[in-house]
C-alpha cells in the first residue's frame, strides 16, 4: 500500500510539473516595426535584462542588428509581471543592395530603449520606441521601435 501511494503521488507531482510551464531566463520571439526580426532576450537578474534583434529595416531595405542592456521598473499588476524599461545599446546597419545611392554603406550608432514588457509566463509582449545617434559615417538623430512578443524558456 505504501508503494502505491509513493507511486501515485510521484506521477501526480511529475504531470502537474509539466501542466504548467513557468518560462524562463531566456526568450526567443519576433519584433515587428523598424526593424522587423527575430528578437532574443536574456534575463540577468529581476530587473535587467540584455536584448538583442537581427532583422530588416523596411524603411531603408538595410540589414540591421542590435543589442542593449535594459533597466527594468518592475510594476504590480495582479496577474503577470509589467515592467517599464530604459536602457543603452549600439546598433549596426548595412545596404547589401548592390545598386543605389547607400548601395554598400554602413551604418554605426547607439541606441536607447524606452520600453514596457507585460510576461505572462511563458510568453512576454513588448512595445519600445529606441531613439537613435548614428555616429557612422556622419552624426544624426533617428527613432526606431516597434512591437513583438518572445516565448520564454
Do not use: C
Not at 510551464?21 to 520571439?29: E, F, L, N
Not at 557612422?136 to 518572445?150: E, I, K, L, N, W
Amino acid at each position: 500500500m505504501k508503494r502505491v501511494m509513493v507511486a501515485i503521488l510521484f506521477v501526480g507531482l511529475t504531470t502537474s510539473a509539466f501542466a504548467y510551464p513557468t518560462g524562463g531566463d531566456v526568450g526567443i520571439g519576433v519584433g515587428i516595426g523598424v526593424p522587423t526580426g527575430l528578437s532574443g532576450k536574456y534575463w540577468v537578474n529581476s530587473t535587467s535584462g540584455v536584448d538583442v534583434l537581427l532583422g530588416w529595416d523596411i524603411q531603408a531595405s538595410w540589414l540591421y542588428t542590435h543589442a542593449g542592456y535594459l533597466f527594468h521598473f518592475p510594476v504590480g499588476v495582479s496577474k503577470g509581471n509589467l515592467a517599464p524599461y530604459l536602457g543603452v545599446g549600439g546598433y549596426f546597419a548595412v545596404d547589401p543592395s548592390s545598386e543605389g545611392p547607400t548601395s554598400g554603406e554602413v551604418a554605426l550608432g547607439a541606441r536607447i530603449p524606452v520600453g514596457l514588457e507585460y510576461i505572462y509566463k511563458p510568453v512576454g509582449f513588448f512595445a519600445e520606441i529606441d531613439p537613435l545617434v548614428k555616429l557612422f559615417p556622419g552624426v544624426y538623430f533617428d527613432f526606431a521601435g516597434g512591437v513583438g512578443f518572445r516565448f520564454y524558456f
